[in-house]
């Protein structure tokens, strides 16, 4: 296919402060969807994440108010500016000797302490759309919500696909075990799995043990926005590529 008619998307659902792994995704695609209109489920990625500390790997929760246990993502509600303040509280404390808090405090505390929305995907969004920023991925960001949606899992996400015109998906390892890879072959679109393998080390605090899974604001605060990028396999690979094209 004439690589001027090739369209590369991924779908991943609503996160909080995702990892370095869930970035690479977004910076690797040419359109990104936010996948909310399906359930929340307690005790994951949705509403918490962890940083590094002097006592090992910490979980911050964003505490949420269950209205059924059914409701979707996107009808998530927290409770509120309490848990933010705490998350908020608990960076300036574990990551007060990292060389780069003074460079993003102002902006991370407007984000944590200068909005007072609920809405637990629409905070994920936020965060998200501003780490892009820091990181100058310039990936076109949508919500689930913004299309329609019908079908089983795999259906769902090939309607997606199809919506916004994609040529191919990019998704997750995870997804090898109940994706109908067949559905989207037969659709015309390529199934292309994420490699999250191969991350380098970088200066983080509390080492050793040195630990990967963690949220991507421990990459921001310890090696800054641009050496960040030589830590994240997506930029990587575009700077080969761009040097084979120059070669």
Known sequence: MD????????????????WKGYFD??????????YDEVQYTK????????????????????????????????????????????HWDSFGQWYAMAPYLKAFRADFE???????????????????NAICGFLDI????????????SGNYSERLLSLCQQVGAT????GPAAKSYLNVVLFEDA?????????SGYPEYRQLYTPPFVHEVSIIDLMLN??????????????????QEQVAQG
């Open 3 to 18: 690589n001027a008619f090739m369209k590369r998307i991924a779908i991943l659902q609503s996160n909080y402060i995702p």
């Open 223 to 240: 090696e800054g926005p641009d050496n960040a990028k030589n830590c994240m396999l997506s930029f990587q690979s575009r700077q080969g």
């Open 188 to 196: 015309g679109i390529e199934v292309v799995w994420m490699d999250y």
């Open 43 to 86: 005790n994951d990625w949705r509403n918490r994440n962890r940083i590094k500390t002097a006592n090992g790997p910490l979980w911050l929760t964003i505490p949420v108010r269950r209205a059924s246990l059914t409701q979707k993502i996107c009808e998530t509600r927290t409770d509120g500016t309490r848990g933010r303040k705490k």
């Open 25 to 34: 995704v977004i910076n690797s695609v040419d359109e990104f969807i936010l």
């Open 168 to 171: 191919a998906y990019l998704s």
């Open 138 to 149: 310039r990936t076109k960001i949508s919500r689930s919500g913004d299309y329609h949606l």
């Open 110 to 128: 407007e984000l944590y302490l200068g909005s007072g929305e609920e809405n637990l995907s629409a905070i994920n969004h936020t965060f998200i």
